[in-house]
Each structure stands twice: as structure tokens, then as C-alpha cells.
């Protein structure tokens, strides 16, 4: 088994008296995938925030490549090659694909003034081949709002794409999208993988997809690491099963 890329070791996190996570630990090893389940409020979420920098840890710690992440700042961690992608799309409307794609290169967000002068050819031909590699090459010139959710899910992962990730923490990459679609996703997200060996770290509610996908799987409930193992053994194991039962 390849190295630990990313750690996970006793993280806590409480919302007033809301313990959103409760010394929780994971680690995925470098070239996986692997996914995180678990019920509706089990704590998934607050996890990817934690580990991102987006909110401070109350314990615990989250170590990438071996460096702690845990006092770091988004921006810091992200330039470490740890990125994540939201439940919700967070493209740019108002703007085509590829400015969109543009202004996802790094260094980007801090000139704007950078999308009115022009982009180098070498940005441009890493936004044009991203935009290839999901399927949205029609699409360079459409405006991102007017593009369907699926294809909106699928530019925010060409975004997420344009920083070279070394893993990116997907929150429900197919919830919304449509059956045709997703199978494309999942698709993208396995050659992503492959072909640029982005380690995944994957949320997802549609049993189908993750038992699919994963490598292994961790299990959330009511904020505890409840159950990990290979999907066969996750999809067997009755206390997920409680677990979901019980949040029905
Ligand atoms: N910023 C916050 N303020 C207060 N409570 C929060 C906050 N973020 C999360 N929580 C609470 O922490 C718990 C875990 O929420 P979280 O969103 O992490 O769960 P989740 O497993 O991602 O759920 P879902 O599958 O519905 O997205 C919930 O009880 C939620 O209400």
C-alpha cells in the first residue's frame, strides 16, 4: 500500500452544544479513493472544514504529506495541493467557461485586473485542454449559468483541476445530476485519478456511486467514526445499515 498522503487524528468540533465531530480519524493513502458516508448531519461536512482550514479545530490534528495542516489558513493548505469542492457549484454565472477556467488558474484571485489584461497561452491551454478532458469543449464561450447543474458540477471540477491538485475533497459530487450524467462524473473522476493521480477524497449520499467508485470507505454517525473498510464490507455492515435506518 502506497504512503499516508492525508492523516486524520482526533479531530473534535462542537457548534455551541452541537459536537459536529468527535475525535475522528481517517487516513488515505497517496493514488486512492476513497469516499466518507454516513446520515444526514453526521458530522461529513464540518469534517472537510476541519481539514481544509475553514474553521479551527477544537482538538486533534490533520497532517498532509506529513506537515501539519491544523493552524493554516485555506489559501496556505490549497497551495499545498489539498483543494475541495462544495455541495453547492460555486462557478461564475455571469462568465464563460473559460474565464471561469481563467480565474481558477493560482495567483488568479489575487489580480482581477488579470482577466481584463489576458491570460498567458500556457493558462489558456491548460483551461482548453481541462475543459476537453470533462466534456464541456462546446461550451468554452456559454456563459456558466447557462449551462445545466450537471455540466455547472462539472466545470467547478475543471476549476478545481486548473490548481493541479495532489487531492481534492469532493462533497457530493453527483447530488442534483442527472443518471447520464453522473456515470460521465464518475468517469472524469476516475481518469482524473489515473491519468494525474490525484488522490480522491469523496462525500457521497448515492450508494451506487460510492460503492463504485471507493477504494474503501469511512462511516459517520452522529458526529463518530462509526465503521471504515472495502465497500463490500461497509455495504454488509449492520451498524451502517442501523445507522441509516435509524436517520430515516
Ligand atoms: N456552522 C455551524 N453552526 C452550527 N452548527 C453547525 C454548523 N455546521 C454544522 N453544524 C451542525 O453540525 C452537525 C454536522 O453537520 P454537517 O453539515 O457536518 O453534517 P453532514 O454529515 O455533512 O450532513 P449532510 O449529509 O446533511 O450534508 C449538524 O448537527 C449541523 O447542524
Known amino acids: 500500500m502506497s504512503r499516508v498522503l492525508l492523516d486524520v487524528s482526533g ?3 462542537t ?5 459536529a465531530n468527535d475525535r475522528v480519524s481517517l487516513s488515505v493513502p497517496e493514488g486512492a479513493i476513497y469516499g466518507l458516508i454516513g446520515p444526514n448531519g453526521s458530522g461529513k461536512t464540518t469534517l472537510f472544514n476541519a481539514i481544509v482550514g475553514y474553521h479551527p479545530l477544537d482538538a486533534g490534528s490533520v497532517r498532509f504529506d506529513g506537515a501539519e495542516l491544523s493552524r493554516l489558513r485555506v489559501g496556505d493548505i490549497a497551495r499545498r495541493g489539498l483543494l475541495r469542492t462544495f455541495q453547492q457549484t460555486r462557478v461564475y454565472v455571469g462568465m464563460d467557461c473559460m474565464a471561469n477556467m481563467r480565474i481558477s488558474a493560482p495567483g488568479a484571485r489575487a489580480g ?3 482577466l481584463f489584461r489576458g491570460f498567458d497561452p500556457e493558462t489558456d491551454d491548460q483551461a482548453g485542454e481541462l475543459l476537453e478532458f470533462v466534456g464541456l469543449q462546446d461550451k468554452r464561450h456559454v456563459r456558466a449559468g447557462e449551462l445545466s447543474f450537471g455540466q455547472q458540477k462539472l466545470l467547478e471540477f475543471a476549476m478545481a483541476l486548473m ?9 457530493e459530487p453527483t447530488a442534483g445530476i442527472n443518471p447520464t450524467l453522473i456515470n460521465g462524473l464518475i468517469d472524469r473522476l476516475r481518469r482524473a485519478n489515473e491519468t494525474f493521480g490525484i488522490t480522491l ?5 448515492n450508494m ?3 460503492m463504485n467508485l471507493a477504494d474503501h470507505i469511512y462511516c459517520l454517525a452522529h458526529g463518530r467514526m462509526l465503521a471504515d473498510g472495502p ?3 461497509i455495504r454488509g455492515d449492520q ?4 445507522a441509516y435506518l435509524g436517520a430515516a
Open 201 to 205: 477524497l469523496v462525500i457521497e449520499h
Open 112 to 114: 482581477l485586473r488579470g
Open 231 to 233: 465497500p463490500e464490507a
Open 11 to 13: 479531530v473534535s468540533k
Open 163 to 171: 490548481n493541479r491538485p495532489r487531492m481534492l475533497l469532493l462533497d
Open 239 to 242: 451498524r451502517v445499515i442501523d
Open 15 to 19: 457548534f455551541g452544544g452541537v459536537v
Open 208 to 210: 451506487r456511486v460510492i
